[in-house]
């Protein structure tokens, strides 16, 4: 007779509806590259734009969806604006992705 399992530790279904619905934002390729550029620093529309090789106002639109999940946060300096992390599990979230699917 096998033992008695342990009852296993879950999350509240809420919590991980809210978890379902961040990695929903987050899985664009896009995104992805916005999250890598901004673990290393603060970077404006403009910059992130140029390094995901789209136009201003669709990376700006990627930024306003991280943004209400609350991954990134901005401060504006003068003129321009720069977007950095708020969510600090994202490094362990994107360290896991470039282990699986980097380079070999």
Do not use: W
């Not at 987050?26 to 992130?48: F, K």
């Not at 734009?49 to 789209?54: M, P, Q, R």
Request: charged letters at 20%; proline letters at 4%.
């Amino acid at each position: 007779m096998p033992a008695a399992r342990k009852q296993p530790t879950l999350l509240e279904m809420d919590a991980l509806q809210q978890a379902a619905e961040c990695l929903k934002t987050l899985a664009h390729p896009h995104r992805l590259r916005i999250v890598q550029m901004l673990l290393q620093g603060q970077y404006t529309v403009g910059e992130l734009a140029e390094a995901c090789g789209i136009a201003s106002h669709m990376a700006s639109e990627h930024l306003r969806l991280m943004k209400h999940c609350g991954m990134l946060d901005s401060e504006r300096d003068g003129r321009k604006t720069y977007y950095n992390i708020a969510e600090p599990h994202l490094a362990s979230i994107l360290g896991c992705i470039e282990k699986r699917f980097g380079a070999a």
